[in-house]
């Protein structure tokens, strides 16, 4: 059982580690976990099977935050309750002028 609990603690502080390092090879100044708070205003609008537009509250945080910071969380480890996919079409539906975000 101690040795679950110690596997669980370092898979985390590696993930940690690799959750930094995206954040560190890119132009994103935000953690990953501030990156993702800034975008609760979208939460509705990516939703796995979500027909909701993006809020203007949505559109205001994605161009606050930033397309290198929303690469991060998108191609960033999963996120419950939130498709990847229609993350990464923000953009277009907020008519942001992002680049797509690139496969890391």
């Known amino acids: 059982m101690k040795f679950c609990s110690y596997m669980r603690a370092v898979t985390l502080v590696?993930?940690?580690?690799?959750?930094?390092?995206?954040?560190?090879?890119?132009?994103c100044t935000s953690t990953f976990f501030s990156s993702l708070v800034q975008l609760i205003?979208?939460?509705?609008?990516?939703?796995?099977?979500?027909?909701?537009?993006p809020s203007g509250a949505c559109c205001n945080a994605l161009r606050a935050l930033g397309q290198?910071?929303?690469?991060?969380?998108?191609?960033?480890p999963p996120i419950?309750?939130?498709?990847?996919n229609m993350a990464s079409q923000l953009p277009n539906k907020c008519t942001t002028n992002f680049q797509p975000c690139e496969s890391m």
Do not use: H, T, W, Y
């Not at 590696?14 to 132009?27: K, W, Y």
């Open 41 to 53: 205003p979208c939460r509705a609008a990516v939703a796995p099977f979500s027909s909701i537009p």
């Open 80 to 84: 419950s309750g939130v498709d990847r």
């Open 68 to 76: 290198p910071c929303l690469c991060v969380l998108v191609n960033g």
């Open 14 to 27: 590696m993930m940690m580690v690799g959750l930094v390092a995206q954040v560190e090879s890119s132009s």
